[in-house]
T-cell receptor, first 112, second 120 residues
Framework: DAEITQSPRHKITETGRQVTLACHQT?????MFWYRQDLGHGLRLIHY???????NKGEVSDGYSVSRSNTEDLPLTLESAASSQTSVYFC???????????FGNGTRLTVT | AQTVTQSQPEMSVQEAETVTLSCTYD???????LFWYKQPPSRQMILVIR??????QNATENRFSVNFQKAAKSFSLKISDSQLGDAAMYFC?????????????????FGKGTLLTVNP
């Protein structure tokens, strides 16, 4: 069965370090998204991509970057981790604009 | 930009009873999609139900149904015969089908969620 996989499931890092969260989907979807989930804020969009070599900023993109070199993967990089980036991160993909998003199981990131 | 509002941070219901979760949204578009997602303690995001704005008929999935009021921009979720497994955070979400020149809007915009407790 097709799926979307995030790794790691949990990560602890120190302030100032570069961190990369992986997202891999086997749905062959062009559309991929990164969200962060924080209490009281719901899910907020960080970055998204509509295909290879396409990336776009979401509403909370500062301090994050993504790259899309193939259809399956959209890694999320925190250039210099900050305590404010402690959160649960979700990757998602969809087939089209009419389709719901398929979510990964999330990565809990703690920045100390 | 579209916004989604869930005015009930927490709700509770007795097992086997019915509960309704509220959601309102703001948009200038006439065509769009609305979703309810469930997030149990496992953290997994599970699609519960979807509604297409151009369809007047309210969507139904087993014990889950929606009351879609397009003019009022309201999209409430009704859970009938509540079960212990329904306990979760519920998110309402809006999605535009349009890809505007100023930036694509295929993305989902979420409300802040409603935490549902089911009492035995």
């Amino acid at each position: 069965d097709a799926e979307i996989t995030q790794s790691p499931r949990h990560k602890i890092t120190e302030t100032g370090r570069q961190v990369t969260l992986a997202c891999h989907q086997t749905w062959n979807h062009n559309n991929m998204f990164w969200y962060r989930q924080d209490l009281g804020h719901g899910l907020r969009l960080i970055h998204y991509s509509y295909g290879v070599q396409d990336t776009n900023k979401g509403e909370v993109s500062d301090g994050y970057s993504v790259s899309r070199s193939n259809t399956e993967d959209l890694p999320l990089t925190l250039e210099s981790a900050a305590s404010s980036q402690t959160s649960v991160y979700f990757c998602a993909s969809s087939e089209s604009s009419k389709s719901p998003l398929h979510f990964g199981n999330g990565t809990r990131l703690t920045v100390t | 930009a579209q916004t989604v509002t869930q005015s009930q941070p927490e709700m509770s219901v007795q097992e086997a009873e019915t509960v309704t979760l509220s959601c309102t949204y703001d948009t200038s578009e006439s065509d769009y999609y609305l979703f309810w997602y469930k997030q149990p303690p496992s953290r997994q995001m599970i699609l519960v139900i979807r509604q297409e704005a151009y369809k007047q008929q309210n969507a139904t999935e087993n014990r889950f149904s929606v009351n879609f009021q397009k003019a009022a921009k309201s999209f409430s979720l009704k859970i009938s015969d509540s079960q212990l497994g329904d306990a979760a955070m519920y998110f309402c979400a809006y999605r535009s089908p349009f890809r505007n020149s100023g930036g694509s809007n295929y993305k989902l915009t979420f409300g802040k969620g409603t935490l549902l407790t089911v009492n035995p």
